[in-house]
């Protein structure tokens, strides 16, 4: 853990940035993803901040990856089951997500009581950020050391 503090401290201030972002303005990093449909009236720092956070996620991911895929599996068998359960998990995840996001919605709309409910949307969205984005990184430094296996192994027959 000596050798990778900053990593794990950046982590732990994006982490931190990300959970007063969501809680105070609302903004998380995939926001990106309504550029084109951006319009004046959403405010285009709140664009601009997720950019900036998705940039440092990149790079703080891409980092994250490079440092711990070096290591190749056992075995190509045990790789890709590892692998496959992480991806796995990811989608359930990612599904379960939505499907409760569309539950607390639909909620706010037979009940109109938008204040009320908005808390539980908030709430839902930072637990569900934490949880996929540890999942996903972690889903692509598998993926990666299975591919070094599989090139070691295929280089040494």
Known sequence: CKQNAGLWCAWAIYLLLTVYLIWAT??????????????????????AIAWVLFIFLAILGTVT?????????AS?????SKTCILWIGYIVVK????YIYEAIFNSIVVNG???GEYRYITLLTTIFDIIKLPLVIVSIIYT????????????SN
């Open 144 to 155: 990666v050391r299975l591919v070094n296996t599989y090139l070691l192994n295929n280089k």
């Open 65 to 73: 990856v490079k440092r711990f895929s070096n290591k190749p599996f």
């Open 95 to 98: 599904v379960a997500y939505k």
């Open 26 to 47: 609302g903004i998380t990093w995939d926001a990106i993803f309504l550029s084109l449909k951006w319009t004046p009236s959403m405010n285009y720092m709140r664009l």
């Open 113 to 115: 009581n938008i204040v």
């Open 76 to 80: 190509i068998k045990e790789g890709v």
